[in-house]
């Protein structure tokens, strides 16, 4: 979106999409058709595909507390955007479990952060009420799943083809009325 428009400011918000889940994680079981490692069912595959993503199926569902601290971190640090693709390529792409401590200290080394500043915050839950007032936040708008976006007055829960946000875009830009648009 960014690459797109001038002056676009994304700002990425902590989302508790499993609040339950221990910090050693959780194993989750595989739907019909889908392997460990394999590749997400449509339209999901297809909506990463568009966006150039790899998505690829886990069967740990992480812990993610610790994960949204440390990019909370990094937001302060200004280094939101490579934390952010590193944690997701983490994830999705080489199917680490993002709630263990050497996941996230390999990725905050490697985007050249302070492992030892944010270990000890981790440990302090320095940014837990952060997070809940984010994820409030997201639940007070009506976020019930991740990814989650608002563009204008319109909000969006779940992957979308680019095109879908690009139109939104378009009109709030042009100053139309978005009270029409289906969400």
């Given at each position: 979106?960014?690459?797109?428009?001038?002056?676009?400011?994304?700002?990425?918000k902590a989302y508790l999409l499993r609040p339950d889940i221990p910090k050693e994680g959780?194993?989750?079981?595989l739907k019909?058709?889908?392997?460990?490692?394999?590749?997400?069912?449509?339209?999901?595959?297809?909506?990463?595909?568009?966006?150039?993503?790899?998505?690829?199926?886990?069967?740990?569902?992480?812990?993610?507390?610790?994960?949204?601290?440390?990019?909370?971190?990094?937001?302060?640090?200004?280094?939101?955007?490579?934390?952010?693709?590193?944690?997701?390529?983490?994830?999705w792409g080489d199917l680490k479990n993002i709630g263990d401590f050497e996941v996230i200290r390999s990725i905050t080394e490697e985007c050249g952060l302070d492992w030892h500043l944010l270990e000890d915050r981790l440990k302090s839950s320095y940014y837990e009420q952060?997070?809940?007032?984010?994820?409030?936040?997201?639940?007070?708008?009506g976020v019930r799943g991740i990814p989650g976006f608002v563009i204008?007055?319109?909000?969006?829960?779940?992957?979308?083809?680019?095109?879908?946000f690009k139109a939104?875009?378009?009109k709030v830009i042009s100053g139309e009325d978005l009270s029409n648009i289906a969400q």
């Open positions: 979106m960014q690459a797109d428009y001038e002056n676009v400011e994304v700002e990425g959780k194993i989750r079981r019909p058709g889908e392997t460990e490692g394999g590749e997400l069912s449509d339209p999901l595959k297809s909506y990463a595909d568009e966006a150039g993503l790899i998505m690829r199926r886990s069967t740990l569902t992480p812990y993610t507390t610790y994960a949204l601290a440390a990019t909370e971190f990094a937001k302060e640090q200004g280094a939101f955007d490579p934390f952010h693709r590193a944690m997701y390529k983490a994830y952060e997070i809940m007032n984010q994820f409030q936040e997201g639940v007070g708008i204008g007055n319109v909000m969006f829960t779940g992957a979308r083809p680019y095109g879908i939104v875009m378009d």
